[in-house]
């Protein structure tokens, strides 16, 4: 059988290498593509079989490439997710120092990350958006910039300098990764599940939001996630970027989905997958399996033999 073949936001050296690298099977063959969007098509039109690509940034939240193939994009699901430490080093080619540096590549994610050190020690330079951190170092090591905000360990993948190591604003920034592939049922219940979804509004009217919400808390499903996105179909049209705790094999996941179905014009179930940050919150009463159970078949009950 051929080895599987795993497309990530490169180059090499990206973050999202690292968390290919956790995410791929051994074995698996890892392809760099220049942008999420094209590691993406790359999974729809079966180059490779899945993707690895940013999710959210503890510092500047969603990557809105990344949500908006989710959202509007041809289906596919999260197999599973990964949270990466992210530490940036500033590097330039060797005999620059940083009187010399008068460009810098860097991701716009990263720049957000590390704006207070280049205003500090690099007021005057020229910050050039590039597709990704990796690419900034590679951009560099071809003499197109002086220096550029790369992950740590870049600097001796393209043999280039380190003028100053850990330059985040906020230490122990964290992204989370996400491994995409094409539609497939999802892997059995831990325990400890993450479930992501899209809910697209019937309308927009008071209280849309909160009946959105109340289906989640009626149930006892806590919310991880939620954000709003565009639907791109017309301005002013909204759909809510969902992750909740659990797994669609879950009773009060699968109630709370079926109710959304019923108010919502639509939604896009995204995957059930194991949870790599922290643990499930205790349940309230009567958000367990067997509550569910219990209710239906009194239910039944009632319908077959009246009230007793």
Known sequence: MPARRFAFLGPAGSFAHAAAGRLAEDGAELIAYGSVSQAIDAVHDGSVDAAVVPLESSVEGAVPATLDALTTDRPLVILAETFLPVVFDLVA??????????????????????????????????????GSTAAGAQAVAAGRFDAAVAPAGCAELYALGVLAHDIADRPGAVTRFVLLGRPQPAPPPTGND?????????????????????????????????????????????????????HLADARVADALTALHRVCSGVRYLGSYPRRDGSQSPLPPGAQDADFTAARAWLAGVREHGPG
């Open 93 to 130: 080619r060797p005999g620059i120092g940083l009187d010399g540096v008068r460009s810098v590549a860097t991701h716009p994610h990263a720049e957000a990350q590390v704006r207070r050190y280049l205003l500090t020690a690099l007021p005057d330079a020229e910050l050039t958006p590039v």
């Open 194 to 246: 993450r479930t992501t979804l899209v809910a697209y509004l019937r309308e927009n009217h008071a209280g849309a939001l909160l009946q959105l919400l109340t289906e989640f808390a009626a149930r006892g499903v806590n919310l991880t996630r939620i954000e709003s996105r565009p639907t791109k179909d017309q301005f002013g049209e909204y759909c809510f970027s969902i992750d909740c705790e659990g």
